[in-house]
Nanobody, 125 residues
Framework: VRLVESGGGLVRPGGSLRLSCKVS????????MGWFRQAPGKERQLVAT????????YYSDSVKGRFTISRDNAKNTATLQMNSLKPDGTAVYCC???????????????????WGQGTQVTVSS
């Protein structure tokens, strides 16, 4: 089972990026998915999470109103649309799945047991 992120890159403050997470080798359409980020020298931070069918989402206060998480179970993908990016958004962004939670939400990194390698997002002028 693999999660592969794409869509990272360099963007100016105020710009937008769209990250994608492709799942292969398995199906997680009953499990919550999340996006996390880790900046150099800092702890991993939950950015957003979504339940199995997209009916429930959660965002950290730092991205609320600017980021949108979504998923397409038919395509085995999850997406993070990031708008109005700020320099403190510079980090490696990873998607993850909590295979041990079914039909619910998961808010904490230790609960997620399948992780992608991450994609670098740099917000700089």
């Amino acid at each position: 089972v693999r999660l592969v992120e794409s869509g990272g890159g360099l963007v100016r403050p105020g710009g937008s990026l769209r990250l994608s997470c492709k799942v292969s080798g398995g199906f997680f359409n009953i499990n919550p998915m999340g996006w996390f980020r880790q900046a150099p020298g800092k702890e991993r931070q939950l950015v957003a999470t979504i339940n199995y069918n997209g009916g429930s989402t959660y965002y950290s206060d730092s991205v609320k109103g600017r980021f949108t998480i979504s998923r397409d179970n038919a395509k085995n993908t999850a997406t993070l649309q990031m708008n109005s990016l700020k320099p403190d958004g510079t980090a490696v962004y990873c998607c993850a799945v909590d295979t041990r939670t079914e039909y619910g939400m998961a808010y904490y990194a230790p609960g997620y047991d399948v992780w992608g390698q991450g994609t670098q997002v740099t917000v700089s002028s």
